[in-house]
């Protein structure tokens, strides 16, 4: 998500380990009984070379919930998504055969206080600010910010600034609503997506500023309670993050431009972000800062 500095929430970390335990073949290069959930695996196994925190295993943090992105609410519930799949297949060209998933509150994620795991995968925006404390991968996805909205309400551009907006806290999406928006009420921050859309549907906040890709799919998940009426461009994109100083970050980074120049990326989002989003986000209106076309 795409974050910046905020108090850490008091969040415990949940850990699991993604087991093997049968073959999995698309018709690529396969050679290995490595199987992570329902991803289709692709490229050929052990071709890089990882030092990695746990022998055998790649370590990954996120920050969950992220439909689409993990599906699941926890480490051990999940099977797929499209950051889950992309660390599959990172593992798997890596030769590891397991996932050690730890789930963490997003500004300890970005923090650089922790350095006890491989890469996080949390739609992670990459900022200068961030690159000072971690080493980030090359961009994966553009990002943009979408207006999340009550169904039925009349908020656009031209009124978005009188009226009350929530936030998640300690993400960019924060950050632009409070310096480049400059609403004239109170900005509400969330610890989570879904206790901030709960608000907006309970009537405690009138829009919602936060990642496109990830509100796309509440539409779907709240019925229609809700709809996303615009977006901003930040002409920003998410990566892989490691820590400071990482050893990997020469092979990771390889892995990853492999991921996006084979298809594997494109595929993985048409497969599970498609699903999610239920819509197509290019057809969203674009918004300016300040109202007008």
Not at 30 to 41: H, L
Not at 196 to 225: C, F, N, S
Not at 257 to 272: E, F, H, N, P
């Amino acid at each position: 998500m795409m974050r910046a500095a905020a108090a850490i929430a008091s969040l415990a970390v949940s850990v699991t380990l993604i087991g093997v335990t049968s073959a999995c073949d698309d018709g690529g290069s396969t050679s290995s009984n490595a199987r992570y959930g329902d991803c289709p695996i692709s490229g050929r196994h052990g071709e890089f070379q990882l030092s990695p925190r746990t022998a055998g295993a790649l370590t990954v943090k996120t920050t969950l919930p992220a439909p689409g992105w993990w599906n699941g609410d926890t480490p051990d519930s999940i099977e797929s998504g499209y950051e889950y799949c992309m660390a599959a297949n990172i593992a798997y060209r890596s030769g590891l055969d397991r996932l050690k998933v730890e789930n963490a509150p997003f500004p300890e994620v970005v923090s650089g206080r922790t350095t006890d795991f491989d890469l996080a995968l949390a739609q992670i925006t990459i900022t200068p600010e961030r690159s000072k404390v971690a080493e980030f991968s090359p961009p994966y996805l553009s990002s943009t910010l979408g207006v999340l909205i009550r169904d039925g309400e009349k908020i656009d551009e031209d009124n978005i600034r009188d009226v009350r907006i929530g936030v998640a806290e300690g993400t960019t999406g924060e950050e632009f609503v409070e310096k480049r928006l400059k609403p004239t009420k109170p900005v509400t921050a969330f610890a989570n997506d879904p206790a901030m859309v709960t608000a907006l549907e309970e009537g405690r906040i009138d829009a919602v500023v936060h990642d496109t890709t990830i509100l796309l799919a509440y539409p779907q998940k709240r019925e229609g309670r809700v709809r996303l009426v615009g977006q901003y461009r930040t002409d920003q994109g998410y990566g892989a993050l490691y820590p400071k100083g990482s050893p990997n970050k020469d092979e990771l980074d390889r892995i990853i431009r492999q991921l996006i120049d084979d298809g594997t990326l494109t595929k993985l989002s048409a497969v599970y972000l498609g699903a999610a989003f239920g819509q197509d986000p290019a057809k969203i209106p674009y918004f300016t800062v300040g109202g007008g076309s």
